[in-house]
């Protein structure tokens, strides 16, 4: 099996997660990156290939986590740490609980409850939230203002990716379409420039790859994903979980004679824990279009337990 790190550094503005124009998220959805690759691999004429390597989970990647500098950030795990919770330091408590990652490097530590929160207070420093005011005139009978908010990450800091294969033709395959997807961008607001970036491929830090081969009582997810409808039952037994909901408009012209909406996928957030893993699947969402509609909602996993 091959492991590698895929380092996204922005070069300009991005729009992320979140469907208000007023609002918007720093870090990337698995199923957001499997849309851009699917649409890129469209215009190299490679969306068979790249389907069948996802589908039949050759080709599989996480959602896109921060870096800051050479610090690998991960998911907070969804299961309760003895010695975080503080009782007794109401404050402490809550500062662990507004935690959203842990550096790779501290991540052992955590496990073991050995952490305080005033050492997780650099991870606010990512970038920070900007807004720009734009006008509304197609369809308009007046110019019609909105606002737009954006993310900017600090110099040295940018969004990496898991990505896990078992042969170099996907690692391949996946470089042609990286570096078609950073001329064209990902997320939100393409056309004004958002979302481009440049790429580097990394190797898999040790402990990270040890505990992605492991086994473990508790496995943590680090995907959007969905078990199939078979499995489900026997999943949640020992699942500590948050769901998300994803929905939005289908991108393709060719869809439909108007903008459509996809249907809405409940999936498993990343940070999700449970006892045995799962594969996933990708799921058609279209509704009455042309043609299918893919919604990425493959697992991979790390023992945290």
Do not use: W
């Amino acid at each position: 099996m091959i492991y590698q790190i895929y380092k996204m550094e922005f070069l300009s503005n991005v729009r992320f997660g979140k469907q208000s124009l007023n609002d918007t998220n720093p870090t990337l959805y698995a199923d957001t990156l499997f849309s851009a690759l699917y649409q890129e691999a469209m215009k190299q004429q490679k969306e068979n290939s790249f389907y069948q390597m996802v589908h039949t989970g050759k080709l599989i990647f996480s959602d896109g986590f921060p870096y800051q500098g050479r610090e690998y950030y991960l998911p907070k795990p969804y299961i309760r740490i003895e010695g975080t919770d503080k009782k007794g330091n109401s404050k402490e408590k809550k500062e662990f609980k507004k935690l959203k990652y842990i550096p790779l490097s501290t991540l052992e530590r955590y496990l073991k409850g050995e952490t305080k929160a005033e050492e997780f207070e650099e991870e606010q420093e990512l970038g920070y939230i900007g807004m720009k005011v734009s006008v509304a005139v197609r369809g308009k009978e007046e110019p019609e203002p909105y606002r737009v908010r954006y993310f900017t990450f600090q110099e040295g800091n940018g969004l990496y990716f898991l990505v896990k294969t078992d042969n170099e033709e996907g690692i391949q395959l996946l470089d042609e379409l990286m570096t078609g997807l950073s001329y064209s961008g990902i997320g939100g607001k393409r056309h004004t420039g958002m979302g481009r970036f440049e790429y580097e491929r990394c190797d898999m830090p040790v402990i990270l790859r040890t505990k992605l081969e492991t086994s473990a009582e508790k496995y943590m997810l680090l995907s959007t994903a969905l078990p199939e409808e078979n499995e489900l039952e026997q999943i949640l037994e020992q699942a500590e979980y948050q769901l998300l909901k994803r929905s939005g408009f289908v991108a393709s012209t060719d869809y439909a004679d108007q903008q459509m909406r996809k249907r809405d996928l409940y999936v498993f957030q990343s940070g999700s824990c449970f006892g045995k893993t799962f594969s996933g699947q990708i799921v058609d969402v279209s509704d009455a279009g042309r043609h299918p509609v893919y919604r990425y909602a493959m697992g991979i996993f790390m023992g945290v337990g």
